[in-house]
């Protein structure tokens, strides 16, 4: 087990750098190749009729003369051991793990972001409990009771769920339950302030992501256990004389669940790393609405800090959903 999981950690840090090194070449490589030179490359975090010497001046303390090699080893150098940064007339050491300064506002990236997990976290947690508990408790009884009229309307519900975008129903859910009957609060709250004002205020954007989430897991679970349900060791369980409940229970859905922990450990993953459309429509201010502000300035720093914190919450969830399978199917740990 601790030969696999220093296999896995170092082809973690391989695909962390491949991503990096990717989202840097996007920024960089692609403008150059279109025919931007350095100059108006440096011209773009500057006002309108910069003077030469404001340019050739971003130019230096950007680095965007030097070789794109050298501009990326800059930037891993930084993650790792920290970085100074020449901002005009001042300069400013940013400590490991150092995401470098945003080209825009002059601000660190990583404390950015640190204070923008705990709203991203509260979103995406709160909302995965919903979708999981919902999602599998009705994929279980319509599995239970296939054609009954439960297993076509809760199915209905589900492609319902799965076909409307999250731009629709969290408009929607923001018209109805926050403007025309305002039931819940608009603006957001940290849970160490108030929890009760947090809740009320999130619970729009949890249900808006569980509607489209949940939908996926009832159709997982369901297709999992009417699988499952036929196999020879659910036959052995009944003919022994066990309950109806600890046989759908601890050994039908026992065996089901590895593929929702597969799509579950990936969706949690890419939702901690910033739920962009979530947080635009909600005005969450979290990981993705900061990656969508530094996309609209076109600021590299932050773009690379979220995209390499994205890539980390995706690939330690993929880790424990491997470490998770032996916990929830006992057929894993045999093989």
């Not at 076509?152 to 969290?170: I, N």
């Not at 603006?187 to 619970?203: D, K, S």
Request: hydrophobic share 50%.
């Amino acid at each position: 087990m601790i030969s696999y999981i220093l296999r896995r950690t170092f082809a973690a840090v391989i695909l962390l750098l491949v991503v990096t090194a990717v989202t840097f070449a996007i920024f960089f490589l692609l403008p150059r190749m279109a025919g931007q030179t350095a100059d108006q490359l440096a011209q773009q975090y500057l006002g309108k009729s910069p003077s030469k010497a404001d340019i050739l001046a971003v130019k230096q303390n950007l680095g965007l003369d030097d070789p794109l090699y050298l501009q990326y080893w800059h930037f891993i150098k930084g993650v790792v051991s920290g970085a100074t940064y020449n901002l005009g007339p001042t300069t400013a050491h940013c400590d490991a793990p150092c995401f470098g300064y945003s080209f825009k506002t002059h601000e660190a990236v990583w404390p950015q972001l640190t204070s923008r997990i705990p709203v991203t976290a509260s979103l995406a947690l709160g909302a995965a409990v919903l979708w999981l508990v919902s999602g599998v408790v009705i994929g279980v009884i319509s599995a239970l009771k296939p054609g009954s009229f439960f297993d076509r309307s809760f199915m209905g519900v589900a492609l319902a769920g799965v076909s409307l975008p999250m731009f629709f129903t969290g408009n929607l859910a923001l018209l109805l339950f926050t403007y025309q009957w305002p039931i819940f609060g608009r603006t957001y709250v940290p849970f160490t302030e108030n929890p009760a004002q947090w809740a009320n205020t999130l619970f729009p954007a949890w249900c808006s992501l569980a509607l489209l989430y949940s939908a996926i897991y009832a159709r997982l679970t369901r297709s999992g256990m009417l699988e499952t349900m036929n196999e020879d060791f659910i036959r052995t369980a009944r003919a022994k004389g066990l309950r109806e409940r600890n046989v759908v229970g601890r050994h039908g859905l026992r065996a089901a669940l590895t593929p929702i922990i597969t799509v579950f450990g990936m969706d949690l993953g890419l939702l901690l790393g910033g739920a962009v459309i979530t947080e635009t429509v909600f005005s969450l201010p979290g990981i993705g609405q900061y990656a969508v502000q530094g996309i609209t300035d076109n600021d590299l720093p932050p773009i690379l800090g979220v995209t390499l914190l994205a890539a980390i919450f995706v690939v330690v969830a993929n880790l424990l959903v491997d470490l998770l399978y032996a916990a929830a199917d006992p057929r894993v740990r045999l093989s």
